[in-house]
């Protein structure tokens, strides 16, 4: 165990391969677009709306579909049931997620300068901390919308939980949720940057153990 350690902490402190600071330069680009693209959407579909009302979910902000037309009606909408008013001021988390995004990308451009594989494994922590904790919010924000009903409210309805991932009937309005670009692209930063941690730690790896040597033709 001892030497376990000793070699572990002996990877931490090497540097990284010139290709691994190119790819993680290559890598800010999606997460810097993400900043810009809608993470998620949901839609909402019924025999009064064929169409659709949609609300798209950014970094920083909702936005409804139809110029911005939906919002007021979904908020009309889930008055009757007794959901909470949906408004920008109630996802505080939209207030730090851009200033986290953006930190990520500072650590990573100087990780591609400067880092080390100790600063590689760092980076590859926080962005699952962050990825794990940001999805962890989102499920909570939906459960407690679907979950805080009045029950003065025009039409009663059980507590319920909305679609995550996929559809859900709710009354009459079948809903459906699912990722758009912005989670894609910050799927393909936190993805690319755990498997390059790994590489980089390949030797500690059974799987990879008995081709370490490899990483000195690379």
Do not use: C
Not at 93 to 110: E, K, S, V
Not at 135 to 154: E, I, M, N, Q, T
């Amino acid at each position: 165990m001892t030497r376990f350690f000793e070699r572990f902490h002996a990877l931490l402190a090497k540097p990284l391969t010139p290709w691994s600071r190119i790819l993680i330069v290559a890598l800010v680009i999606p997460l810097g677009i993400a900043l810009a693209q809608p993470l998620w959407r949901i839609r909402m579909v019924a025999p009064q709306y064929p169409t659709g009302l949609t609300l798209d979910v950014y970094s920083y902000t909702i936005q409804g579909g139809n110029e911005g037309r939906d919002l007021p009606e979904i908020n009309t909408l889930n008055h009757y049931i007794g959901m909470k008013h949906l408004d920008r001021t109630d996802f505080t988390d939209l207030d730090w997620i851009p200033f986290a995004i953006g930190a990520l990308i500072l650590l990573a451009l100087r990780l591609a300068a400067v880092g080390d594989v100790r600063a590689l494994v760092d980076l590859a922590v926080l962005t699952g901390y962050f990825t794990l904790f940001s999805a962890g919010r989102f499920v909570f924000k939906l459960w407690s919308y679907g979950h805080d009903l009045d029950p003065h409210a025009p039409i009663h309805m059980d507590p319920f939980m909305p679609a995550v991932i996929g559809t859900r009937q709710v009354g009459n309005f079948a809903t459906v949720s699912y990722p758009l670009l912005g989670s894609y692209l910050l799927a393909i930063f936190a993805t690319a940057i755990v498997l390059l941690s790994l590489w980089h730690l390949r030797s500690l790896l059974p799987f990879w153990s008995r081709r370490a040597d490899l990483g000195a033709y690379v």
